[in-house]
């Protein structure tokens, strides 16, 4: 599935040594999600890696909760329905030629959390969540309807199946 045509920026800002992500994981995550969602033109995504403080104040800016959460996406594209279906032309940055697709943060304070909570690898963890914000840069939603949710579920499940037989999550 990987495509090596995208650019992803990832980074670590605030977080303890003990406490990184792989950030050849989530690139690898982010590459495999837009293959599998037959992304066929280059594309552009950057990811902050950061922890509950700094995620809680993003929150805060941006959706008026004050409280940390896993992650958080910030599309740059609106698409009419999920899933790929190319924006269009003129949209891509003239300096690049990548598309845009948006911002992912991360908490690695509450990945290494859930990953208890839930029994799972904190590599597990990182790639489940990678996963479901670029799902949710594509257009998924799980938070309005039944079909929605059920819909960015099972591409979730596709990729991570993916993943997981193809170098283990």
Known sequence: MESNTHKIY???????AGERLSIPLIKRCVRETLSAEGVDVPCEVSVLITDDKSICAINSQFRGIESPTDVLSFPMQQFTAPGWASPGEGLADP????????EIALSAERVIS????YGHTKDR???????????????YDHTDEAEGKKLMRTREKLVMEYLRDTGGV
């Not at 990832?10 to 303890?16: C, D, E, F, L």
């Not at 859930?114 to 909570?117: F, I, R």
């Open 95 to 102: 300096g690049t030629g990548l598309l845009p697709l948006g």
């Open 10 to 16: 990832a980074r670590h800002s605030g977080i303890k």
């Open 114 to 117: 859930q990953a208890g909570e």
């Open 125 to 139: 963890e990182t790639a489940y969540l990678t996963v479901h914000s670029v799902l949710h840069l594509l257009g």
